[in-house]
């Protein structure tokens, strides 16, 4: 039987991999090149095995030993293997023309001589035509071109001299090795892109926001996009997809429909790439289900979700071109205002797995009853096989279902048998054994339940879930609740940034619905420049979220809060207080029955609220 062929990354040593020092031995000195650590994870996502090739005259010269030298590989792939990737083999050439004793030799294995690579194509079976050569001299892309090796020269090490010796039309140059793992896991993309438009280029992201284009970016132009086109181009982007624009630029591909061409593209793409999609929707809790399903599933393999609130006609198609041939899971959640258009997300997607998470009032303005919530939810499962979908049994639409239905109410497939809280989250039963998460709230153990036979279906341990139950991001905090006669308060002022207090925010929003909700937020601290921007993007971020009141605390809150209330003067729930006995008198005014959040930075001491109420 015929072995398959291995494809392989060649990787030069110093300036490459490491920050190049002269006749470098120590194991002290090793110093990894910005973002080589993921790039070499990422070429083994992408199933490269990773051989490093390597000129080391120092042997020849005495300045030291073949021991010296393994001792210093051998650390280098200690730390690789901690990072999760290792180098398969380390080929170094120890000999120089000008050397001392048995290393003084013309050799055939010095790069530019190939010898070693060529050796490692015959020990490992590889396929020259897939695999690379990556270095930072012109001796390295030498060696690759005459294995008939892709060649990349990074700009690390020597590679900004050399640069200017290479041919570019058969060298690829790239700022190191991070900038080409960016590359290298959008080639399939690159390849949809030369398909549907005949041109060739090297893709880093896919952005719609023209602040964000960076050299590398493919930029969907959409409504006054088009007026970033000229912007975006001086930025470096590699293409600019655009519907109405004048700007005359051979990166420029002019369509009749931006958006229409981008969910062209996303279903294309969906077909070409080797992964396996689950689709969310239900009237709530969708945002905290993606997350758990993101979590669970990161354990296995690499994971894209939909991110923010990209879960519509234009976010779903953006995402799915996010995905990169390095994802094996994509997690997208779907939200509409209207029938049909989960109908049209599914076309986009093709999900192999769908999640309906309860049927609700959230879309009752545009679809009038929840009888057309539930059928506009329930088109995802004309995509969906009913062994693949998952919903919660206890909604009394989706108990309809002949589907896998998790929840409490006996009649379900399978059934959440006991639960409790705690101030360090919540234990359930489901099936006979027990679960742990950081989560609060009783919904939140329905939507893990799902997510957790949704992966076991998909093939994941019990070990993997239980590990993904631990990094559950949007509940990576310390809420420790206290109760003072009738109120509760969530202590979670131990620390904060941007992502966190969000994450606080989000739990609050999530639980606790009978009660009347109020965040008091103190500032967030070592932000660096941009701290009060930080500020106002969670300002906007409470807008939309069920919290009755808002108070804020700290200098950076109440520069933050003045910009913001510019243009929100309607949004009378937010207050800025400048003591914190202020905060406690005024909650004394309101005589129902309270839910309310503390987060701030340390520094704040916000939790002295709890002290004085």
């Known amino acids: 039987m015929e072995t398959k062929m291995k494809k392989a990354i060649f990787l030069d040593r110093d300036g490459t991999i490491n920050v190049e020092k002269d006749y470098i031995y120590k194991s002290e000195d090793l110093v990894f090149e910005e973002g080589t650590i993921e790039a070499l994870k990422t070429f083994k996502n992408l199933g490269y095995i990773l051989i490093v090739v390597s000129n080391q005259s120092g042997i020849a010269r005495g300045y030291f030993t073949e021991k010296d030298l393994n001792i210093f590989n051998n650390n280098m792939n200690e730390i690789l293997k901690k990072n999760g990737v290792e180098i398969t083999e380390f080929y170094c050439c120890p000999h120089h023309p000008d050397g001392i004793g048995g290393y003084k030799k013309v050799c055939e294995c010095r790069k530019p ?32 071109l005459k294995s008939n090796l892709k060649t990349v020269l990074v700009k690390t090490g020597y590679g900004l001299k050399d640069m200017e010796k290479i041919d570019k039309n058969e060298t690829l140059i790239c700022e190191n090795l991070k900038d080409f793992s960016e590359i290298l896991k959008r080639e399939k993309l690159n390849e949809l892109i030369f398909e549907e438009f005949s041109k060739k280029v090297q893709i880093k992201n896919v952005v719609m926001d023209s602040r964000k ?17 000229k912007d975006v181009l001086d930025k470096g982007a590699s293409l600019v997809i655009a519907d109405n624009t004048d700007v005359k630029d051979e990166r420029i ?90 109908r049209r997300l599914g076309e986009i997607s093709s999900p192999n797995y769908a999640i309906i998470t309860n049927i609700g009032d959230s879309h009752i303005e545009f679809l009038k009853t929840r009888d057309n919530v539930f059928k506009a939810k329930t088109e995802l499962l004309e995509f969906v096989n009913k062994e693949n979908t998952f919903v919660c049994g206890d909604d009394k639409y989706l108990a309809k279902l002949d ?70 991001k949007i509940s990576n905090m310390r809420f420790q609740e206290i109760k003072i006669g009738e109120d509760i308060y969530i202590n979670d002022a131990y620390n904060a940034s941007p992502m966190s207090m969000k994450a606080a925010i989000d739990t609050l929003n999530e639980i606790y619905n009978d009660k009347y909700k109020v965040a008091i937020l103190g500032d967030m601290l070592e932000l660096g420049d941009n701290e009060i921007d930080y500020h106002i993007d969670v300002l906007n971020y409470l807008l939309d979220k069920k919290i009755k009141l808002i108070y804020l605390y700290g200098e950076r809150m109440k520069k933050a809060y003045n910009m913001f209330m510019k243009s929100k003067s309607e949004e009378y729930r937010f207050w800025y207080y400048p003591t914190k006995e202020g905060i406690v008198e005024s909650l004394k005014n309101i005589k129902m029955e309270k839910v309310i959040l503390l987060k701030a930075s340390r520094g704040t001491a916000l939790e002295d609220i709890i002290k004085l109420s």
């Open 113 to 144: 001589n190939n010898k070693m690579i060529e050796d490692a194509i015959k020990k490992y079976n590889i396929d020259r035509e897939k695999s690379y050569m990556i270095g930072d001299k012109t001796s390295d892309i030498g060696a690759g």
């Open 253 to 342: 591909i002019k369509v009749s429909d931006t958006i229409a061409t981008m969910q062209d593209l996303a279903i294309k793409y969906r077909k070409k790439l080797d992964i396996q999609v689950v689709g969310i929707t239900g009237s709530n809790g969708k945002t905290t289900t993606k997350d758990i399903v993101y979590s669970l599933l990161s354990v296995k393999a690499k994971t894209l979700k939909t991110e923010g609130n990209y879960n519509n006609h234009i976010g779903l198609p953006y995402t799915l071109l996010n995905v990169t041939d390095e994802e094996k899971f994509v997690v997208l959640e779907m939200g509409m205002s209207s029938l049909g258009e989960i």
């Open 403 to 472: 589907v896998n239905k998790i929840g409490f109410n006996n009649s379900n497939t399978y059934k959440i048998e006991s639960y409790k809280f705690s101030d360090k989250g919540s234990k359930f039963v489901l099936d006979g054994k027990e679960y742990e998460m950081s989560l609060l709230g009783k919904h939140n153990i329905s939507n893990t339940a799902i997510a957790i036979e949704l992966a076991k279906k998909i093939g994941l341990t019990d070990e993997e879930i239980e590990n993904g139950l631990k990094e559950i």
């Open 213 to 229: 284009v960076t050299e590398g970016s493919l930029f969907f132009a959409i409504n006054n996009g088009n007026s970033y086109v």
